[in-house]
């Protein structure tokens, strides 16, 4: 990746009725001009989340940097160029050994205590939230606000994702508070690909 983009865009498969509109979903985004896409499926079986997976790559691979949420053993089955993981998922150094070193790694974070653990480890980015309220999951962390992206801004020199409550009208104000990009999953599925290019619009 030559710059770190400022849009994260996150598929979460709670938000399709069925495969179809996951997929087309995802050619919008990217037609939209985004570079990053994390697949996340909370609910699947691992051969459902290989199978949409693999499917992602087919359609994307080459346009768009693939992210697998939770599973190193996934992102590397279905030729993913990352993982993510969260606080109660794989340690990062797990994840590490599955996915080997040219593979990125991504870790979420909710407190500064968090952030410098992730910071020291072998993660390429660092995630940082919510930073308002969310609704995609169904017991979010306490946010922190722009002044948790600001503290976490000062504890990493990685790239750091802020994530949780980011729309087109508040994405602004968290670059400026420190964050190099935004994850967003609600406010990108009505018209992905129009609302994937306001975003580009607005983060400049």
């Known amino acids: 990746?030559?710059?770190?983009?400022?849009?994260?865009?996150?598929l979460d498969t709670l938000c399709f009725p069925d495969n179809q509109t996951l997929f087309s979903t995802a050619e919008e985004l990217?037609?939209?001009?985004?570079?990053?896409l994390q697949y996340?499926?909370?609910?699947?079986?691992?051969?459902?989340?290989?199978?949409q997976a693999q499917e992602l790559k087919r359609r994307l691979g080459g346009f768009t940097e693939?992210?697998?949420?939770?599973?190193?053993?996934l992102c590397v089955a279905a030729g993913f160029d990352g993982v993510h993981v969260g606080q109660e998922d794989l340690s990062p150094a797990g994840?590490?050994?599955?996915?080997?070193?040219?593979?990125w790694l991504g870790v979420s974070t909710h407190n500064p205590e968090q952030v410098k653990e992730a910071d020291k480890s072998s993660a390429d980015y660092l995630a940082i939230g919510p930073v308002f309220s969310t609704s995609s999951k169904a017991n979010p962390?306490?946010?922190?606000?722009?002044?948790?992206?600001?503290?976490?801004?000062?504890?990493t020199r990685k790239p750091l994702v802020a994530i949780g409550g980011i729309n087109r009208a508040n994405c602004r104000s968290?670059?400026?508070?420190?964050?190099?990009?935004?994850?967003?999953?609600?406010?990108?599925?009505?018209d992905p690909r129009k609302s994937a290019e306001d975003f580009f619009r607005i983060l400049g």
Do not use: C
Not at 40 to 51: F, H, I, T, Y
């Open 95 to 103: 994840a590490r050994k599955v996915i080997g070193e040219s593979l």
């Open 30 to 36: 990217v037609a939209g001009g985004v570079t990053l």
């Open 40 to 51: 996340r499926n909370k609910s699947g079986d691992a051969r459902q989340m290989l199978e």
């Open 66 to 73: 693939l992210i697998m949420d939770d599973r190193a053993d």
């Open 1 to 10: 990746m030559k710059s770190w983009p400022r849009l994260y865009a996150i």
């Open 174 to 190: 968290v670059i400026e508070a420190g964050a190099d990009s935004v994850a967003v999953i609600s406010d990108l599925m009505r």
């Open 141 to 155: 962390d306490p946010v922190i606000g722009l002044e948790g992206v600001r503290n976490a801004r000062a504890l």
